[in-house]
């Protein structure tokens, strides 16, 4: 069973934080119910699952600062852009490129374009 092996392996690498109870289980069969707890600075997080023949308890769990932007909702930038965003140490700058059958815009937008002999502007608006 693959999904017993992927707990198995998760429960492996987090042994120090987790705990589960085989005995007093009573969840119904052929059900799984997983829920994750942040704590309010999304430092760690708690995972409790539920399954027809164990729950199981992984507690504490350091959250590391590459991994927050994927785990909260920013009105403005995706998830992607706050992730590269961390990961580049906010270095990453949205790019547009512009070739003889495609143009990608700054936002990542790929349009088919036909390109005649001679010279051409791509530009952006930004109004202040």
Known sequence: NYTYKAYS???????????????????????????????????YVNVSLDAPLLSAQFNNIW???????LLTVHPEYSTAERFLQVATQKQYLPTCVVDKNFAQTFDNNTYPVRLGKCWHVMFQEAPK
Request: aromatic share 10%; glycine share 0%; no cysteine.
């Open 63 to 69: 959250v590391h600062p590459n991994v927050e932007p």
């Open 9 to 43: 392996f998760i429960r492996q690498l987090a042994y120090a934080y987790h705990s589960e109870d085989l005995v007093s289980n009573r969840n119904p069969s052929k059900q799984l119910n997983f829920e994750v707890k942040l704590s309010p600075k999304l430092r």
